[in-house]
């Protein structure tokens, strides 16, 4: 083999070993590229992962904390609606021991008729007229029979017909009037006072302590 030849080997050769050289380079060029985009996704999923695990817990936190809070409110507002409605009841109960103790004291019986005839004469100008039929339990027509006269002398207007009713209702104490076409109703009964006393009490008191209904 000439020393031409042997020259020519020799540098195709060293091209060879040059081009392989080069192809390992960018072949590890490119490996480390890939490494990195590979770590930088890995790290982006992460933290995605990471965010969305947050989110997820986040939003559980605030779920149970807003749950945690409306039981808190809603057994804080029943407290206080049974505050209110003991309350209410303790108010109620008394007042209704007062009257049933008026009622039934045979010493203060005018005080109580002077109460009949101001019912009366309340739910006769509520209603107008002249014709009146008034009802009221057993023991209160006795009563209203015996001092029907009396009663008439007190109200502004003489000229008014009042007619007690034949049939007793049930009820504490009090009247109902009726026009005498029947046609207008005053309930002016203690009871029905006393329920629409009660009802303005627990209004108040609900406003009073921040809450309805």
């Given at each position: ?106 010493e203060r019986r005018d005080e109580y008729l002077e109460i009949l005839s101001k019912l ?94």
């Open positions: 083999m000439s020393s031409r030849q042997v020259e020519v080997e020799v540098s195709l050769i060293e091209r060879v070993y040059q081009r392989r050289k080069e192809i390992l380079a960018e072949a590890e060029r490119e490996a480390k590229r890939i490494r990195r985009a590979a770590e930088e996704e890995a790290k982006r999923i992460k933290g995605e992962a990471e965010k969305a695990a947050k989110l997820i817990i986040d939003r559980r936190l605030r779920a149970a904390r807003e749950r945690i809070l409306g039981e808190a409110e809603m057994e804080g507002r029943r407290k206080l609606m049974e505050a209110r409605e003991e309350m209410v009841s303790r108010v109620f109960e008394e007042a209704t021991k007062r009257i049933e103790n008026l009622i039934n004291d045979e009366i004469a309340e739910a006769v100008e509520r209603i107008g007229g002249s014709e009146f039929i008034i009802s009221a339990n057993e023991r209160d027509l006795e009563l209203l029979k015996r001092n029907l006269g009396k009663i008439r002398r007190s109200l502004p207007s003489r000229e008014l017909k009042l007619t007690l009713s034949e049939e007793p209702i049930e009820c504490l104490g009090g009247v109902v009037v009726e026009s005498g076409d029947r046609l207008k109703v005053y309930n002016n009964t203690l009871d029905g006072r006393l329920l629409r006393v009660r009802r303005l009490l627990s209004a108040k008191v609900a406003e009073r302590l921040g809450v309805i209904g």
